[in-house]
């Protein structure tokens, strides 16, 4: 197992169903994040863990639901999704904030399709 | 607050030409600097950053970027374009005391012609 990876890598759902999105690292990084890349927009960060801890909630609306249950996963929990939540879910990980250097190491992404 | 704009969502080179993929920042305190490339159907690959030192950073793949100050810019260039290149790049910037929280611009594509 190399790096950050994302399963499913593809979901179809329908707006009344639930699913979850998992992430898992294996370089040893205590924080992790979920990010929304929709076409002709920039990436939008959705949620922030360090140390397990939620630390940034950057106003994404309550049918995403994240959980971190230890500093190697991160999950995104999906509920009443609307077609517009549609897009790739990109899981990230990083040193965390005592590390200085900032960089985020990728996972391949879920491509969300809600129906 | 932070952001970055990537000039051009498009640029189109042909094989061997110069590849510069501009980008600005604004940031009220001294910035961390990144460059992204996604190849399809992928997820995001750092291809070099800025955090001190020398403004002239050199990535993978023969890319390389500068940090100017007085223009609040990160220019991606590369002299000589390969087909391989072509992807969509973004340009990240990460305040230095909020290390890890990235502001990403909306990315560039590059089309390699050949």
């Known amino acids: 197992e190399t790096g950050v990876t994302q399963t499913p890598r593809h979901l179809v759902m329908g707006m009344t169903n639930k699913k979850s999105l998992k992430c898992e690292q294996h370089?040893?990084?205590?924080?992790m994040y979920w990010y929304k890349q929709s076409a002709k927009k920039p990436l939008e960060l959705m949620f922030v863990?360090?140390?397990?801890?939620?630390?940034e909630n950057n106003s994404v609306p309550s049918r995403f639901s994240p959980e971190c249950p230890n500093s190697s996963h991160l999950f995104l929990h999906l509920h009443t999704l609307q077609p517009e939540d549609s897009a790739l879910y990109l899981c990230?990980?990083?040193?965390?904030?005592?590390?200085?250097?900032?960089?985020?190491?990728f996972g391949e992404g879920s491509r969300l399709t809600v129906l | 607050a932070q952001s970055v704009t990537q000039l051009g969502s498009h640029v189109s080179v042909s094989e061997g030409a110069l590849v510069l993929l501009r980008c600005n920042y604004s940031?009220?305190?001294?910035?961390?600097l990144f460059w992204y490339v996604q190849y399809p159907n992928q997820g995001l690959q750092l291809l070099l950053k800025?955090?001190?030192?020398?403004?002239l950073v050199k990535g993978i793949n023969g890319f390389e970027a500068e940090f100017k100050k007085s223009e609040t810019s990160f220019h991606l260039t590369k002299p000589s374009a390969h087909m391989s290149d072509a992807a969509e790049y973004f340009c990240?910037?990460?305040?230095?005391?909020?290390?890890?929280?990235?502001?990403f611009g909306q990315g560039t594509t590059l089309q390699v012609k050949p």
């Open positions: 990230a990980s990083s040193q965390g904030p005592t590390r200085v250097t900032g960089e985020l190491f």
């Open positions: 370089l040893g990084h205590n924080a």
């Open positions: 863990y360090s140390l397990e801890e939620r630390v």
């Open positions: 940031s009220s305190v001294p910035p961390y």
């Open positions: 800025y955090t001190t030192g020398a403004t």
């Open positions: 990240a910037v990460s305040e230095r005391r909020n290390t890890g929280k990235l502001i």
